[in-house]
T-cell receptor, first 113, second 109 residues
């Protein structure tokens, strides 16, 4: 199974700033996904990161707030922009196929003050 | 919108006890996955059930998929502190994966 390294593991950011999260996979993968895990809530898919094209966003998530890069088949970044306390959450990178079991990174715990 | 309801939300038991957690939906899924997530880590896949009525065993864990493929259960026999974690079920559709909110299990020595 793929080994996924996610950085940073946690961060505390001030309101109005941005945080960029990196996800590195030890093998080439077609699809990479970004999830948000809010306290007491289920994992919610933010977007699918596509290599060579724009990310595909789920309903309720927009590129201006969550810009994503996918420069190659082993790497992706998610930026959470213009942070507010409501963005405090765990952000997870995962790989797999849509509808199939996923492999997850260890997540980034973001706290916005 | 497909929803998965997990129950209970939180379970605190003593080592050696048995427990069952449930994952229910009004929707039919092509398969259902169970994950365990420990603090500071991402979810790790435990099992995938595909066929209605299917039962899979993973050591002390028994997973069952409902006949109609709308629900599933996870039974743990003789729970151990190492079983502590958040148990998530996820239902797979054609191109979607819907997660439940999870059951937080705490097993005390």
């Amino acid at each position: 199974s793929a080994v996924i390294s996610q950085k940073p593991s946690r961060d505390i950011c001030q309101r109005g700033t941005s945080l960029t999260i990196q996800c590195q996979v030890d093998s080439q993968v077609t699809m990479m996904f970004w999830y948000r895990q809010q306290p007491g809530q289920s994992l919610t898919l933010i977007a699918t990161a596509n290599q060579g094209s724009e990310a595909t966003y789920e309903s309720g998530f927009v590129i201006d707030k969550f810009p994503i890069s996918r420069p190659n088949l082993t790497f992706s970044t998610l930026t959470v922009s213009n942070l507010s306390p409501e963005d405090s959450s765990i952000y997870l990178c995962s790989v797999g196929k849509r509808g199939s079991p996923l492999h997850f990174g260890n997540g980034t715990r973001l706290t916005v003050t | 919108t497909q929803l998965l309801e997990q129950s209970p939300q939180f379970l605190s038991i003593q080592e050696g006890e048995n427990l069952t957690v449930y994952c229910n939906s009004s929707s039919v899924f092509s398969s259902l996955q169970w994950y365990r997530q420990e603090p500071g880590e991402g979810p790790v896949l435990l099992v995938t059930v595909v066929t209605g009525g299917e039962v899979k065993k993973l050591k002390r864990l028994t997973f069952q998929f409902g006949d109609a493929r709308k629900d599933s259960s996870l039974h743990i026999t003789a729970a151990q502190p190492g079983d502590t974690g958040l148990y998530l079920c996820a239902g797979a559709g054609y191109s979607t994966l819907t997660f439940g909110k999870g059951t937080m299990l705490l097993v005390s020595p």
